[in-house]
C-alpha cells in the first residue's frame, strides 16, 4: 500500500531564516506531487505540482520554490521566510489525477 | 478559473442524526470532479468521496453520500447516522478534468461539524 511522510512535523522558525521541507512517498512509481499550503482557518491553497522528477509547476506567485530531485520524493524551500508564510503545508500525491492522498502535514509558525 | 463556497462557516448535529454540509461551486469547464475531503484536528486530510461531472448517480460511500446537482452547481455532503468521530472540518474541492490543470485542487473555506451525544 501506498504511503506518504512529511517531516518535521511541526517547525518554528525566525523571519528572514531559510526553510527546507521534504515529502516522500511509497509505494508507487511516477506519482504526480503536490503543495498545498492552508492558513489558519482557511481552506487549501496549491503551490506547486509536480508530474515527473525535475518538473515542477507553481500557481501563485510567492517567495517559496520546489524541488523533485527523485521521483518520490518533493521539496519545499525558501531562502528568507515571511510572517505571512506561516500555516501548514500539506503534500499530497495522486496517480494520473484521480483522487489525490495527502499526508500528515507540517505545520510552520514564523515568529 | 474554478471557485468552490461553503457557506456554512459551522454546522452542529445531534449523534445518530443526518447532516448535509452545504457546497456550490463555479466553473466554465464541461468535465470536471468533485470531492470531499475531512480534516480532523489532528490536521490530515482525508479523502472521502468524488463525484465525476458526467457521472449520472449520485456517488455513496458507506455512511457518505453526495448530493449533486449539476444545474445548481451543487455538490453536498450528505453524512447519515453522525457519529462523535465525524466531528471535523470538511472541505470540498474540485478539478478540472484534462489538460494542464489535470489533478489540480481548488477547495473550498471549509465547514467546522460538531457532533453532540
Known amino acids: 500500500s501506498q504511503t506518504i511522510h512529511q517531516w518535521p512535523a511541526t517547525l518554528v522558525q525566525p523571519v528572514g531564516s531559510p526553510l527546507s521541507l521534504e515529502c516522500t512517498v511509497e509505494g508507487t512509481s511516477n506519482p504526480n506531487l503536490y503543495w498545498y499550503r492552508q492558513a489558519a482557518g482557511r481552506g487549501l491553497q496549491l503551490l506547486f505540482y509536480s508530474v515527473g522528477i525535475g518538473q515542477i509547476s507553481s500557481e501563485v506567485p510567492q517567495n517559496l520554490s520546489a524541488s523533485r530531485p527523485q521521483d518520490r520524493q518533493f521539496i519545499l524551500s525558501s531562502k528568507k521566510l515571511l510572517l505571512s508564510d506561516s500555516g501548514v503545508y500539506h503534500c499530497?500525491?495522486?496517480?494520473?489525477?484521480?483522487?489525490?492522498?495527502f499526508g500528515p502535514g507540517t505545520r510552520l509558525t514564523v515568529t | 478559473a474554478q471557485k468552490i463556497t461553503q457557506t456554512q462557516p459551522g454546522m452542529f448535529v445531534q449523534e445518530k442524526e443526518a447532516v448535509t454540509l452545504d457546497c456550490t461551486y463555479d466553473?466554465?469547464?464541461?468535465?470536471?470532479?468533485l470531492f470531499w475531503y475531512k480534516q480532523p484536528s489532528s490536521g490530515e486530510m482525508i479523502f472521502l468521496i468524488y463525484?465525476?461531472?458526467?457521472?449520472?448517480q449520485n456517488a455513496t460511500e458507506g455512511r457518505y453520500s453526495l448530493n449533486f446537482q449539476k444545474a445548481r452547481k451543487s455538490a453536498n455532503l450528505v453524512i447519515s447516522a453522525s457519529q462523535l468521530g465525524d466531528s471535523a472540518m470538511y472541505f470540498c474541492?474540485?478539478?478540472?478534468?484534462?489538460?494542464?490543470?489535470?489533478?489540480?485542487?481548488?477547495f473550498g473555506q471549509g465547514t467546522i461539524l460538531t457532533v453532540h451525544p
Open positions: 474541492a474540485m478539478r478540472p478534468a484534462g489538460g494542464t490543470s489535470y489533478g489540480k485542487l481548488t
Open positions: 466553473t466554465s469547464d464541461q468535465s470536471y470532479g
Open positions: 499530497a500525491w495522486s496517480e494520473a489525477g484521480v483522487e489525490q492522498y
Open positions: 463525484q465525476g461531472s458526467y457521472d449520472e
